[in-house]
């Protein structure tokens, strides 16, 4: 923490000051994450990094709330629907934890529209191939992790990019390889898989636990079977290949 900065609210982190340290919680307080897409992802995992304390917050997303999306986005209320989800998001965000700093951008992340303020941090809970590769690509130009999270049906997968560190998105999937997703899903499986990627961000600023770098969490909640497959970077990668 920087002088003059308030005092932590240690009543309130009083629960998790055990499993992050004072250390680290100030780490959280000092920290900055963006969270690009406020949907089934996005919502809890914006809502866990808020409740942790991560002291900036830049949330984005162009959308707004449709009544289909009240099975999963647990941001948004009924009387939401037709709002600008980022507005919503925010305003939620800050009555929930009016200890941090919330902005909003109310755009899509499309290549040369939106530029991606500086954080610490980028997690990527959208639901196209598309923007999750300039995120990456961002992440990787600015040497921060990106952390990406994906679901469909009753499935989810988790990775953490660590430039430099890691293979990126683009090693593993490349871009040029058509991909389309429906997105189908329940809110059980977002929360599962948005949890998991808040809780990705909160151990890489805090500096607490390993955080899933290498590999890729696959995650089966049809048969509850979860595993790990090893991530093998490419050499000739476009987007990572000078890094290494
Ligand atoms: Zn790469």
Avoid: W
């Avoid at 809502?47 to 449709?66: E, H, K, R």
């Avoid at 809110?187 to 151990?203: D, Q, R, Y």
């Avoid at 509850?224 to 050499?235: A, G, Q, S, V």
């Amino acid at each position: 923490m920087e002088q003059g900065d308030p005092p932590l609210e240690i009543e309130r982190y009083e629960n998790q000051l055990p499993v992050v340290g004072e250390t680290g919680q100030e780490k959280l307080a000092d920290s900055s994450a963006a969270v690009v897409g406020l949907g089934g992802l996005g919502s809890p995992a914006a809502t866990y990094l808020a409740a942790a304390g991560v002291g900036q917050l830049v949330i984005i997303d162009g959308d707004s709330v449709d009544k289909s999306n009240l099975n999963r986005q647990i941001l948004y209320r009924p009387e939401d629907v037709g709002a600008k989800k980022a507005d919503v998001a925010k305003a939620r965000l800050s009555s929930f934890n009016p200890s941090i700093e919330v902005s909003a951008i109310g755009e899509r992340v499309t290549k040369g529209e939106v530029q991606l303020p500086e954080t610490d941090l980028i997690v990527g809970a959208v639901d196209n191939f598309e923007t999750r590769h300039l995120l990456n690509e961002i992440a990787v130009a600015r040497g921060i992790p990106y952390v990406h999270g994906a679901v469909e049906g009753l499935n989810g997968v988790l990775t953490v990019v660590l430039p430099g560190q890691t293979p990126c998105l683009n090693c593993i999937l490349p871009r040029n390889v058509d991909r389309k997703v429906a997105g189908h899903t329940t809110g059980g499986v977002t929360g599962v898989i948005g949890g998991l990627m808040a809780n990705e961000g909160i151990k890489f600023l805090s500096q607490a636990g390993d955080v899933a770098a290498g590999y890729l969490l696959t995650c089966d909640l049809g048969h509850l079977e979860f595993d790990r497959i090893h991530l093998e970077r490419n050499p000739n990668c476009e987007v990572c290949g000078n890094l290494f």
